[in-house]
């Protein structure tokens, strides 16, 4: 659920479809500014979360930042692990953008991103470790409290006996089992990186199966019923196996609530300050990436401060289902119910490693040091900075921005060094 200039999104789910012409005339009757023709085409599952008016506020929005909306091309399609994406490029007067439109089995648009431009043009692709030795394969595990089953993907030695598993949790938003943003996968290459160490790990895909409304989900929705599943087939499944739990960025929230359960738990680039504050802080700093001093920029971070302030006001009448920073306010309620810290105090004798890029524009450096604040007098804690390294562990140079994450990229080493150490010493 991050936003960013330039790339103000959508809140979705996805999945996988036929192409149509739904996209082009989708983004035909925007571009003519006849945003209520352009919502007709989108699936019945998200109109009662975007409206007419939000279709015309985020191209407002566009024109103000970069001019006016000159023209649209096709630019490309490719397969995600959510589903068929289509790719238009904007002209706007002063930049080129990308939209990127994703329809459903029924070929309408469940949601909406303005992305960076030619994501599908780029020569450069993401390209994973070496896999030799590594088998990769998919399994359902059934889920009682959603009565259906979830699927998750297991990573472990080929030829080689192992005796510890990792599970990892992804970050905020609809995030695929690869941990994917952009042109980056770090879940897929700490699987693989830990697997040819004679360490086996299982990922899954956020918002499967969903029991609930998108706009009703709250962060148990998010988390909690996926990792109680998982966590209960490893313990009939695999219980002589050793087991960790490792969360990247909100991610670390969650596991935070399972850590007895497991014999150690992974904290990367993970935040502690309140979820709604880091979208501020993050929208802030993109803009001033930008020396633009726009009406626009001030507008809308206005209107997030505002919905910042519903958030906030525990006496506000605002329906739940009402979204709010990208989210339901069900959602964010549920947010300030949890109790992470006292968790994380009170997990004295579980292990704990707490990785950190020092490029990290996304989670503040002093949100890790709250977490040393917290494990102070813990036998078995550990922190590490990487002074070169960003949000997914990637190496950069010079200032940090949501366009990086478009250079394809690999863990660093050090990474995976310092969490097969962290493994081999409990």
């Not at 700490?190 to 360490?199: K, T, V």
């Not at 002589?240 to 739990?245: D, G, H, M, P, Q």
């Not at 947010?335 to 950190?356: A, E, G, Q």
Request: proline fraction near 4%; charge should be positive; glycine fraction near 6%.
């Amino acid at each position: 659920m991050k936003r960013q200039a330039y790339i103000l999104s959508i809140l979705i789910t996805i999945t996988t479809s036929c192409l149509s012409q739904n996209s082009d005339k989708f983004i035909f009757n925007c571009y003519k500014g006849k945003y209520l023709k352009a919502y007709r085409y989108l699936s019945e599952e998200v109109k009662p979360i975007i409206k007419p008016k939000d279709i015309r506020d985020v191209f407002r929005q566009l024109e103000g930042i970069n001019g006016q909306f000159k023209s649209y091309s096709f630019n490309c399609e490719k397969e995600t692990s959510y589903g068929l994406t289509t790719y238009f490029t904007m002209s706007f007067e002063k930049m080129d953008i990308d939209i990127k439109i994703v329809l459903n089995e029924s070929d309408r648009i469940r949601g909406f991103f303005v992305v960076p431009i030619h994501i599908c043009k780029k020569i450069n692709r993401y390209s994973p470790p070496n896999s030799k030795g590594v088998i990769q394969k998919k399994i359902s595990i059934f889920s009682p409290e959603k009565k259906d089953s979830i699927s998750v993907f297991f990573t472990q030695p080929q030829n080689a006996p192992y005796s510890k598993i990792v599970l990892f949790v992804p970050g905020s938003g609809p995030v695929d089992e690869n941990s994917t943003i952009g042109q980056t996968k770090l879940f897929l290459d700490l699987s693989i990186e830990l697997a040819r160490q004679g360490i086996a790990s299982v990922r899954f895909k956020k918002f499967q199966n969903l029991n609930c409304a998108p706009n009703q989900i709250t962060f148990h929705d998010e988390y909690l019923v996926d990792i109680s599943t998982i966590l209960n087939f490893l313990n009939k499944e695999l219980s002589s196996k050793r087991k960790y739990i490792l969360g990247h960025s909100l991610g670390g929230l969650a596991i935070s609530h399972y850590l007895d359960d497991f014999d150690g738990g992974i904290y990367l680039s993970c935040n502690l300050s309140p979820l709604d504050s880091l979208i501020i802080s993050q929208t802030k700093y993109i803009f001033n990436l930008d020396s633009t001093n726009s009406k626009t920029k001030k507008n809308y971070l206005r209107k997030l401060q505002a919905e910042q302030s519903i958030i906030r006001n525990t006496s506000s009448n605002i329906p739940d289902t009402s979204i709010l920073l990208g989210a339901p306010l069900v959602y964010w309620k549920s947010l300030n119910k949890l109790n992470s810290n006292v968790l994380i105090s009170n997990s004295i004798n579980t292990p704990k490693l707490f990785l950190m890029g020092g490029r990290d524009y996304q989670v503040p450096i002093h949100d890790f040091r709250k977490f040393g604040d917290l494990v102070e007098g813990h036998s078995f804690c550990k922190f590490i900075t990487f002074s070169n390294l960003n949000h997914v562990f990637i190496h950069g140079k010079g200032t940090p921005s949501p366009q990086e994450y478009e250079t394809p990229g690999n863990v660093s080493v050090q990474v995976v060094d310092a969490i097969i150490e962290f493994l081999e010493s409990y």
